[in-house]
């Protein structure tokens, strides 16, 4: 086991690196929705970046942003920890609501500010760093692969066939992805799992032009009108996938709901309802929630247009649990749609299945108490995540357990403007991995 003070392996000199090294990769704008060549530039520099830390490294081809592995082994017949990141953001959005430009990353009150600074660059930075500090300390007891995936804010479309291709490569006990946040308390985390994603497109079209709405009100469908009645079927009131849909969701188990009952209260934004802590944190760790992103139909420019809008469309999300399964949900969408005389298209934009960890397991353990000895103080345990990172593919395919353990400030602003990290995160995260790759008890 590491020492409790790593003493100058995490020195000044080793945050100004880490620092360094991840706004060399904020500079780089690898937005994957975007397909440009900036995002070969952040593989080949992900890459860089193992290969000077000591990692054996490969680029693995998909049909569209490389995922890039790297290898430090110790010993075959040790475990082995497959550490999943992503070096791909998320679109910047308005430049106006910015307080500095997102791809020149600026230190600005102990943070660092840019797109994918916390989200997830400076994560994945920290978890080079800290296995490379695990095996300059000395050999640890188990074996560590890195993949960091170009694909995740678009739903990892190929990770699962190039993971499946290049399974020998990846084969490991344990997986653990680092994103998210930290506890508002300043704990760290610990989620055994995540809820699963599926993000559709409903699109509604009828006539060619507009039509009056005096003249052709209630004689002619409108398009808005129908994308109306299917999001009312589709979710209810307060945000809860509506019940028809929600029928495969597993009962949550006793230590399962011990593990949310016991959860500190959460600091919530300006705006969102105060509820009791275990209510709040059911809604969003045990139960499947629906979510309009967005909804388009008609003029919407200055006054306003009296006419019947020639076509609608929303995106809209839900957040699954065990045992829901996307590409079933999204036809239990049509169905439903269908059987209520709705006629809407259903689009299906990206999906991931959710998964879950035993809360009891050794590994399980070992995280916990690697987390505890790194922050000086023990983790805030979760049975998921509330959100979706594509573990379930790799504890799937390898038939082992995953674990998600973030780092990110509670208040990063991820997907949103003004992203940011607290650098003495950077930190943290670092000893955490070291401490998490010397730790016995992992395979």
């Known amino acids: 086991m590491i020492s409790p003070a790593p003493g100058d392996e995490l020195s000044s000199?080793?945050?100004?690196?880490?620092?360094?090294?991840?706004?060399?990769?904020?500079?780089?704008?690898?937005?994957?929705?975007?397909?440009?060549p900036a995002m070969r530039t952040g593989a080949d520099a992900v890459a860089g970046l193992l290969g000077a830390r000591g990692f054996d490294v490969s680029l693995l081809g998909t049909p569209t942003h490389p995922l890039v592995a790297g290898r430090r082994l110790v010993d075959p017949s040790l475990?082995?920890?497959?550490?999943?990141?992503?070096?791909?953001?998320?679109?910047?959005?308005?430049?106006?609501?910015?307080?500095?430009?997102?791809?020149?990353?600026?230190?600005r009150d102990g943070r660092l500010h840019g797109r994918g600074t916390a989200d997830s660059k400076g994560q994945l930075v920290a978890a080079v760093a800290g296995i490379d500090l695990a095996h300059r300390l000395g050999a640890p007891p188990c074996n560590v692969v890195l993949i960091a995936d170009g694909e995740e804010e678009i739903g990892s479309p190929n990770l699962a066939a190039t993971c499946t291709q290049h399974r020998d490569l990846l084969a490991a006990d344990l997986v653990m992805a680092v994103d998210g946040s930290i506890h508002p308390s300043g704990r760290p985390v610990l989620a055994l799992g995540a809820r699963g994603l599926l993000c559709l497109e409903l699109v509604a079209t009828d006539q060619r032009v507009p039509l009056h709405s005096g003249n052709f009100g209630g004689a002619v469908p409108s398009p808005a009108d129908r994308i109306a009645r299917a999001l009312v079927a589709l979710g209810s009131p307060d945000g809860a996938l509506a019940p028809p849909l929600a029928a495969d969701a597993v009962t949550p188990t006793g230590d399962v709901l011990a593990l949310v009952d016991a959860l500190p209260a959460p600091e919530l934004p300006d705006g969102v309802p105060a509820r009791p802590a275990a209510e709040h944190y059911r809604r969003i760790l045990l139960h499947p929630t629906f979510n309009v992103s967005s909804m388009e139909a008609g003029y919407t420019g200055p006054g306003f247009a009296t006419t019947i809008p020639t076509s609608a469309r929303a995106r809209v999300d839900a957040r699954l649990v065990p045992d829901?399964?996307?590409?079933?949900?999204?036809?239990?969408?049509?169905?439903?749609?269908?059987?209520?005389?709705?006629?809407?298209?259903?689009?299906?934009l990206a999906r991931m299945p959710p998964t879950s960890t035993t809360p009891l397991d050794s590994a399980s353990a070992a995280v916990t108490a690697a987390l505890e000895q790194a922050y000086g103080r023990p983790p805030v345990v979760l049975p998921r995540l509330a959100g979706t990172v594509p573990v379930s593919i790799l504890s799937d395919l390898l038939g082992v357990p995953a674990m998600v353990v973030p780092h990110g400030n509670p208040d990063q602003n991820n997907h949103a403007p003004n992203e940011n990290l607290v650098i003495g995160q950077l930190r943290r995260a670092a000893e955490a991995m070291a401490r998490t790759v010397r730790c016995p008890g992992l395979g």
């Open 13 to 36: 000199a080793a945050l100004d690196t880490m620092l360094e090294e991840t706004r060399a990769l904020v500079r780089i704008p690898t937005v994957s929705a975007d397909a440009g």
């Open 79 to 107: 475990p082995t920890i497959l550490v999943y990141g992503h070096y791909d953001v998320q679109p910047v959005g308005r430049l106006e609501d910015w307080h500095s430009a997102p791809f020149d990353p600026v230190v």
């Open 324 to 348: 829901q399964d996307p590409e079933r949900l999204a036809q239990q969408v049509r169905d439903r749609l269908q059987e209520l005389g709705i006629d809407v298209e259903v689009r299906m």
